[in-house]
């Protein structure tokens, strides 16, 4: 069973990968990543642990991100990253069972809580939550929107919600906005 058939079923979205996982022997990078030609790649030292997991299904929601290209992902990181993070924390023991794979939670605790992609999390549940949207249909549906286009989707959606009036709402919503673009991170207690 492939993760990214499962993804697919959890979705309805279609998958770009390439079908390749690359196992790289550096040490001083990011756990995993995917290039834009969708192939999947792996640190070897994270690989030989339980960590393979999270980061091989984090890698997978990537390959299901509409029209995903370098400069949207530079523009829109947090509406990125946050999105497939929290979509791949979201359905991990799911994805766990039914690959038949037994590894607890507990496993993941240091690495969610230390993850680079709190923040933006943080900043989508705040959205998520503003609209009264659903987990994980908010997600889904993030995903399953072009990368460039997040943005002003969620914009337009709050902008026509009764709560916008409120000058509190936008203030806090303009702060999440510039962390989801990567321009601010969080320094107030949450």
């Given at each position: 069973?492939?993760?990214?058939?499962?993804?697919?079923?959890?979705?309805?979205?279609?998958?770009?990968?390439?079908?390749?996982?690359?196992?790289?022997?550096?040490?001083?990078?990011?756990?995993g990543?995917?290039?834009?030609?969708?192939?999947?790649?792996?640190?070897?030292d994270?690989?030989?642990t339980?960590?393979?997991?999270p980061?091989?299904?984090?890698?997978?929601?990537?390959?299901?991100?509409?029209?995903?290209?370098?400069?949207?992902?530079l523009?829109?990181?947090?509406?990125?990253?946050?999105?497939?993070?929290?979509?791949?924390?979201?359905?991990?023991?799911?994805?766990?069972?039914?690959?038949?794979?037994s590894?607890?939670?507990?496993?993941?605790?240091?690495?969610?809580?230390?993850?680079?992609?709190?923040?933006?999390?943080?900043?989508?549940?705040?959205?998520?939550?503003?609209?009264?949207?659903?987990?994980?249909?908010?997600?889904i549906?993030?995903?399953?929107?072009?990368?460039?286009?997040?943005?002003?989707?969620?914009?337009?959606?709050?902008?026509?919600?009764?709560?916008?009036?409120?000058?509190?709402?936008?203030?806090?919503?303009?702060?999440?906005?510039?962390?989801?673009?990567?321009?601010?991170?969080?320094?107030?207690?949450?």
């Amino acid at each position: 069973m492939v993760i990214t058939d499962e993804i697919a079923r959890l979705t309805e979205l279609p998958s770009q990968w390439n079908g390749k996982v690359e196992i790289e022997l550096m040490t001083n990078r990011a756990f995993g990543g995917k290039t834009f030609s969708c192939l999947i790649r792996i640190r070897a030292d994270v690989a030989a642990t339980d960590l393979r997991w999270p980061t091989l299904f984090h890698e997978a929601f990537h390959c299901f991100s509409v029209e995903r290209n370098a400069d949207a992902t530079l523009a829109y990181i947090g509406y990125e990253e946050g999105v497939v993070e929290q979509l791949q924390r979201r359905f991990r023991r799911l994805l766990l069972d039914r690959l038949q794979v037994s590894v607890a939670e507990e496993r993941f605790v240091d690495r969610d809580a230390n993850s680079a992609y709190n923040d933006y999390i943080y900043a989508l549940e705040q959205m998520r939550q503003e609209l009264g949207d659903a987990s994980p249909e908010f997600y889904i549906g993030l995903l399953g929107t072009p990368l460039e286009q997040r943005w002003a989707l969620m914009r337009e959606r709050i902008m026509q919600a009764t709560q916008w009036r409120r000058p509190d709402l936008r203030e806090r919503w303009s702060r999440w906005e510039q962390v989801l673009c990567g321009n601010e991170v969080y320094d107030e207690p949450r």
